[in-house]
């Protein structure tokens, strides 16, 4: 029974009536909360109190987050080459036609989006708040919720969310994987000598997303709707914050 519920929750194909999609409070609650919890409730809430070591828990929770990214690069590499078709979808039905091929993947990606936010509650948890950045909450607040507003609206959509959507699920692979090294202990420091070239390859991301992005718009493959321009808008803060980020831990 509890194994049916799960699997009808993660894999069920009719993502358009799931709770979670269809009620506009939920999601919207959910990363608010989180945005209190890791600024100001969960600080206050440990001021006073030892640092949890949770090593275990990092440990498996890095890892499961190598293995979901894994599948969803892989995924997401399977469904642009066999949906060569709507590279340049030409009109609305088109459009809506890439949202329904895509949005069971994009349900996954935004289910593994909201599993992100506990990357904060850990910090938080372990006192690290120097590591609760504007970029680290920003980002993680933001991409949950333009993953939610995708499946809320068949009408936007082109390849280039498969293409940086793709690009993400594999850099965030490379990056579970330090951070899943690294809570293995001090002996696996010399090991991670790589640190710097995740931050890199994060500016590079969005770098080629904005191009592949900025050519759609030019040849006519991609429509600058209000979500699109919202999109185009909220990658270019991204790399500056990320470029600002790579500059002062250099």
Not at 31 to 48: D, R
Not at 63 to 85: G, K, P, Q, Y
Not at 200 to 227: D, H, R, T
Request: hydrophobic share 50%.
């Amino acid at each position: 029974m509890i194994s049916s519920s799960l699997h009808n929750f993660f894999f069920n194909e009719d993502v358009e009536n799931k709770l979670i999609s269809t009620n506009r409070y939920i999601l919207p609650s959910i990363v608010i909360v989180y945005a209190l919890f890791v600024t100001w409730i969960g600080p206050s809430y440990m001021k006073n109190r030892k640092p949890y070591t949770l090593r275990g828990i990092l440990v498996a929770y890095n890892f499961l987050e190598v293995i979901i990214n894994t599948f969803i690069a892989f995924r997401v590499s399977h469904f642009m080459l066999n949906n060569t078709d709507l590279y340049c979808p030409s009109n609305i039905e088109e459009k809506v036609l890439f949202s329904q091929r895509f949005q069971h993947l994009g349900w996954l990606i935004f289910l593994n989006k909201a599993f992100d936010l506990f990357d904060t509650v850990f910090f938080v948890l372990r006192k690290k708040q120097n590591q609760v950045t504007t970029l680290h909450v920003v980002h993680h607040a933001l991409m949950p919720l333009f993953c939610w507003l995708g499946l809320r609206n068949l009408h936007f959509g082109g390849f280039y969310l498969a293409v940086g959507l793709g690009m993400n699920a594999v850099i965030h692979t490379f990056m579970y994987l330090y951070y899943g090294l690294s809570a293995l202990g001090p002996n696996m420091t010399k090991y991670l000598w790589w640190k710097k070239y995740i931050t890199i390859l994060q500016i590079v991301q969005f770098a080629i997303f904005l191009v592949y992005m900025s050519i759609g718009f030019l040849n006519g493959c991609e429509q600058p709707g209000k979500m699109e321009i919202t999109i185009f808008v909220f990658v270019s803060f991204m790399l500056v914050l990320f470029i600002n980020f790579y500059k002062q831990c250099k």
